[in-house]
């Protein structure tokens, strides 16, 4: 009875264990998948041979169907410069997957870094169909509408863009697109509400504090690029500016202190060593200024700005042939302001070409509606060549102009240009009544009139690409009355890349954030 009892336990305990449930393998990876997470561990460790390598066994494996390594062999393609290469394989990959808006992102990435913003715009246009709720996609079609300079779509997208997400490259575009219009208060607005939202980003208080030095609004602008170099001591384009600042009220030995700073940081910015030139011309250390111009010339050759202070110095210099030869130069990249013409004709005068000389204060008095000196040196060569009559009509054109300015602000003339005028209407016989103010104290001090006050930006061409403040000359000349003063030039300004006026807009279309497909720019 023992002996049957135990099997028949036995037969239960067998019968029990035969109805539990087997264990399931873990399934296999699919085979196009299986070493993704390999791929990625050493693209985001940048070890591309490795990666490569991967990928290339890996699309051997799956005959060239595996979406993620073709992906990730594409976004090494464009770190290695291959743009071509990487938008076909953006392309094949948008093919794999045609419901995938990042792929059509990247194609669209691919073809803006080729220089095709339309054909990036349509296809950033496909991907918005397939996901309306990407800022990314918005800001990027905004940055294309500003190469393709259709403005009024490009702010319709960034404002999209900062609806859905708020992020400070988007203001800084839309700032730019107000600068590339001229519209300075509006771009002042955008970049405040930037400030505003993100109040530790240099770049956005650097750009503000400029706007207000190009306006003359020197507190603010103190303000705001203090606070930018309270967060960062080494941003040189704060210091840049505010080494302008300085300049711009005769302090050129601190100027060159802050200048020399900025020289360990960015040994080779053209307006750098224009400012620098500039403190030399106002020490009256000519040969420096000549060097440090001509180094900034080098480093920027088409900026107008650089050869206008090149020939100013080689007016000043008595070097007249080398100031023709600049001034022209900067007139073809600036044929549309009148001073530059002025000064040529100052040139044109010592080299005795008096025709050319006339016509080139006659465009310069068709283009310059503001500037008395245009009118007082025009009116001084025609006195020169007994042309009384001419002479004058110029001269009562330059008091209306002078009457004009002392109406609108108060403003004091160089003490010499102001001794001139009053020795050319006494030879005309204009009267004494001169609507003149007294000569001021200070020789230093100089007249600003609203023709010569240049914006920074809309250079900037998004850029050149970098835009640089004017000297300014009062630069006129005698044969017959006592020789007049060419005048110490106003400081430059600094430039600010991110305001460059050229659809050399410094903007590029951001990347996602990295996700687990990699999927950033």
């Known amino acids: 009875m023992a002996e049957e009892r135990l099997a028949t336990r036995t037969q239960f305990l ?18 196009l998948e299986k070493q993704n997470w390999l791929i990625h561990l050493h693209y985001i460790r940048k070890d591309y041979e490795a990666c490569k ?87 990027n079609l905004g940055v294309c509408y500003i190469y393709l300079k259709q403005f009024d779509k490009a702010q319709d997208q960034l404002h999209n863009a900062l609806h859905l997400n708020r992020h400070d490259l988007t203001y800084i575009m839309l700032g730019k697109i107000h600068l590339l219009e001229g519209d300075l208060d509006k771009a002042i607005e955008i970049y405040k509400k ?50 302008s600042m300085m300049q711009t009220h005769g302090d050129f030995e601190v100027a060159l202190t802050k200048y020399r700073v900025v020289a360990c940081a960015v040994p080779e910015s053209p307006p750098l060593w224009n400012n620098i030139g500039m403190c030399f011309f106002g020490k009256k250390k000519y040969v420096a200024a ?48 009148g001073e530059l013409y002025m000064l040529l004709a100052v040139a044109l005068t010592n080299l005795e070409d008096l025709e050319n000389a006339k016509r080139a204060y006659a465009e310069a008095v068709r283009l310059d509606k503001c500037n008395p000196l245009v009118n007082l040196n025009y009116a001084v060569l025609l ?45 005309l016989q204009a009267g004494e009544a001169l609507v003149w103010t007294k000569p001021v104290k200070d020789p230093k001090s100089k007249h600003r009139t609203p023709s010569t006050s240049k914006t920074t930006s809309v250079q900037q061409p998004l850029g050149s690409n970098q835009a640089l403040g004017q000297a300014m000359s009062s630069a006129a000349t005698y044969r017959k009355l006592p020789s007049g003063a060419g005048g110490t030039p106003q400081p430059t300004k600094p430039p600010s890349l991110p305001l460059e006026p050229e659809p050399t807009v410094e903007a590029q279309p951001t990347g996602a954030s990295a996700q687990i497909r990699e999927k950033q720019v």
Not at 73 to 81: D, K, P, S, V, Y
């Open 53 to 139: 390598a991967i990928i290339k066994e890996q699309l051997q494996e799956t005959q060239g169907l595996c979406e993620y390594a073709i992906y990730v062999q594409a976004l090494i393609f464009r770190l290695e410069g291959n743009i071509q290469e990487s938008l076909e394989l953006f392309q094949t990959c948008a093919i794999l997957s045609p419901q995938c808006a990042d792929n059509l992102k990247q194609v669209a990435r691919s073809l803006f870094l080729l220089g095709k913003h339309k054909a990036a715009t349509e296809v950033y246009n496909e991907a918005a169909k397939l996901n309306q709720k990407d800022w990314e996609i918005c800001h």
């Open 383 to 427: 006195y020169n060549q007994g042309e009384k009559r001419g002479a004058l009509a110029q001269y009562q054109e330059m008091e209306k102009k002078v009457n004009l300015l002392k109406d609108s602000s108060s403003l004091e003339f160089d003490p010499e240009m102001v001794e001139m005028a009053q020795k050319l209407g006494a030879a």
């Open 14 to 31: 067998a019968s029990a264990e035969s109805q539990k449930p087997q264990l399931k393998k873990a399934p296999e990876f699919p085979i």
């Open 290 to 337: 000549i060097s440090c111009l001509k180094r900034a010339n080098y480093l920027a050759p088409f900026d107008w700005k650089i050869l206008y202070n090149l020939g100013l110095v080689h007016l000043t210099m008595q070097q007249y042939a080398s100031a023709f030869h600049f001034l022209s130069a900067a007139i073809n990249f600036q044929p549309k302001m």
């Open 194 to 243: 930037a400030v505003e939202f993100s109040p530790e980003n240099t770049e956005l208080l650097t750009t503000l504090g400029l706007l207000y030095l190009q306006l003359g609004i020197y507190q603010k602008a103190f303000e705001h690029l203090g606070n930018a170099l309270t967060y960062d001591p080494t941003n040189y384009k704060a210091i840049l500016a505010a080494g």
